[in-house]
């Protein structure tokens, strides 16, 4: 069984969008139909289900972060969040100077009207770039090419030789196999820094580039070491120091559907800078044992983190975090304690080879979950809506004992929107609740790729990201070696971290730190 391909994907998810009105019917029609209070078995266990109207629960709307950007004079001047999202009206905060880059095409070959187009976007995108300050000094040289293998090795090969820093590569209508191609070869064999488009999208845009740009500026800055907009996520909280030196991770195993024999990817993210802005990642992929299910725990966390948290070091002055946030994203709620005994048993052994005699950091780790059956909605009266951006429940339907909440932190674009759950499950800086919700929701604005809060913290997203990316490289295979029972296959034995077997990514040296999966 194949996954499905981009137009798939696309049809299913516009089949899955139901308006809230429309959600809050069906399971209010699913509900009346099912009879509960006829169930003989519900009735036996003396069960009573109240099916008149939903739970109504109280609810808080926690306020947004200010978002801080750069005016041409080179001041602070702030961008205010509505709605769950903002407009980019300044330059971003830090950008790079690109003295060397160009633009190459790669598809059919290009008629006049192709032509047209490409000088027309050659032309804008220096001077629409340099509005968020992303400066050009050099006028840009443009390869149009046939997508074949062969081309697309020996163009990379020739710009590579002439110092590019940056190639802008554009796609016409070829298939997926070309952009991991040019992914591929540009952050793994040659290191140039790459950011693909959609010819079909710069054709439809032709006549509003600038607003095509302002969503291109910002992965593209985020590449080449630029810092978009900055957060103070430590006035997020009521008890943090000036002096305080905070590390968030964001952490996801994905795990193939469709075949036992394909790895699982454990991507782990770190944020490498003061302002908890840029983000460093290190991959590794996970096999099972033969004819065995893949494991959610990461094997490799230590060493990962232990490369995460030099790196850190490297970018800060040699300094470390005293604070370290974590963002594990799933983990079903039975995992828990494996987490607990293994995870964040390896997070602090790795702090312990990095920090030496020096104190330790504190530790927060935080399970992030998006695939429940929960949802919630308003009503005025009249109407039935989702809720606004920032909504945070954390009563009546939450734990009893355990620190767990919903945070619902996006605006739905369309259909009903989905909140995440996160549980605490350790947290040594001894945060309110006040607090980490808060962070948290602050944390879901400081993502690179758009100028509004996502559903989940930026360093989960990014993980995300990478894992998904990451089939398209190679890893290293000098890693462990296949360890193999033979004898009595099919027992039911349980898998230990000694019967898989990992492989670290490795890509090239100009990329490896960069925020390349943005």
């Known amino acids: 069984m194949r996954p499905l391909d981009s137009v798939q994907q696309r049809l299913v998810a516009q089949k899955a969008i139901v308006k809230p009105e429309q959600r809050y ?62 407009k980019i009206r300044n330059q971003f905060r830090s950008t790079s100077v690109i003295n060397k880059w160009g633009m190459i095409y790669f598809g059919s070959k290009p008629d006049n009207n192709i032509i047209g187009i490409l000088k027309n976007f050659e032309k804008q995108l220096p001077s629409l770039l340099m509005r968020y300050g992303i400066g050009i000094n050099s006028n840009p040289l443009t390869i149009a090419k046939p997508s074949r293998k062969d081309d697309i090795d020996q163009t990379f090969t020739q710009v590579k030789s002439q110092d590019w820093q940056l190639a802008i590569v554009i796609l016409n209508d070829t298939v997926p196999e070309v952009y991991n191609y040019v992914k591929k070869l540009g952050n793994q064999k040659i290191g140039l820094i790459t950011q693909c488009a959609s010819f079909q999208a710069i054709q439809r845009n032709s006549e509003k580039l600038h607003m095509y740009v302002e969503n291109l500026s910002q992965k593209l800055n985020a590449k080449i070491g630029g810092i978009n907009g900055i957060v103070n996520l430590k006035a997020a909280l009521n008890q943090a120091s000036n002096n305080d030196r905070f590390m968030f991770f964001g952490v996801d195993v994905t795990h193939t559907t469709s075949s036992k024999e394909r790895p699982s990817i454990a991507a782990i993210v770190g944020s490498c800078d003061p302002t908890c802005s840029r983000y ?22 230590d060493k990962m983190v232990i490369d995460l948290l030099r790196v850190y070091a490297r970018s800060c002055g040699n300094t ?47 399970i992030v979950k998006k695939r429940h059956n929960t949802r919630f909605f308003t009503y005025d009266g009249q109407r039935t809506d989702n809720v606004e951006a920032g909504t ?94 033979e004898d009595n296959q099919n027992a039911p034995e349980p898998i230990s971290l000694e019967d898989i077997r990992t492989n670290v990514m490795i890509l090239n040296n100009n990329i490896q730190d960069t925020m390349w999966f943005v």
């Open 25 to 86: 019917n069906e399971i209010m029609d699913i509900i009346n139909k099912r009879n509960f209070n006829g169930d003989s078995y519900l009735k036996a266990l003396n069960i009573q289900v109240k099916t008149e109207d939903m739970l109504k629960i109280q609810a808080r709307i926690l306020p947004p972060p200010q978002i801080k950007y750069r005016a041409q004079n080179n001041q602070e001047v702030v961008e205010h969040v509505a709605f769950g999202k903002w």
């Open 280 to 301: 460093a990642v290190r991959l590794c992929e996970q096999y099972p044992k033969k004819d065995r299910c893949s494991i959610e725990i990461i094997k490799e966390m």
């Open 320 to 366: 470390l975090p005293n604070r370290i946030v974590f963002y594990r994203d799933g983990v079903d709620d039975g995992q828990f304690q494996k987490v607990l005994d293994n995870e964040v048993k390896k997070i602090k052994d790795a702090c312990r080879v990095v920090y030496g005699q020096n104190p330790l950091p504190r530790l927060t780790f935080i």
């Open 392 to 485: 945070v429940i954390d009563v009546d339907i939450t734990h009893p004992s355990e620190f767990d909440f919903y945070l619902c932190s996006q605006a739905a674009i369309m259909g009903t929107s989905r909140p995440a759950l996160y549980h605490v499950l350790h947290d040594e800086n001894e945060f309110s609740s006040n607090d980490i919700q808060q962070l948290t929701y602050w944390l879901c604005h400081t993502d690179a790729r758009c100028s509004k809060s996502v559903s989940i913290p930026a360093p989960v997203h990014y993980a995300h990201l990478a894992a998904y990316a990451s089939h398209v490289y190679e890893f290293d295979h000098d890693g462990d070696e296949i360890l193999e029972n």
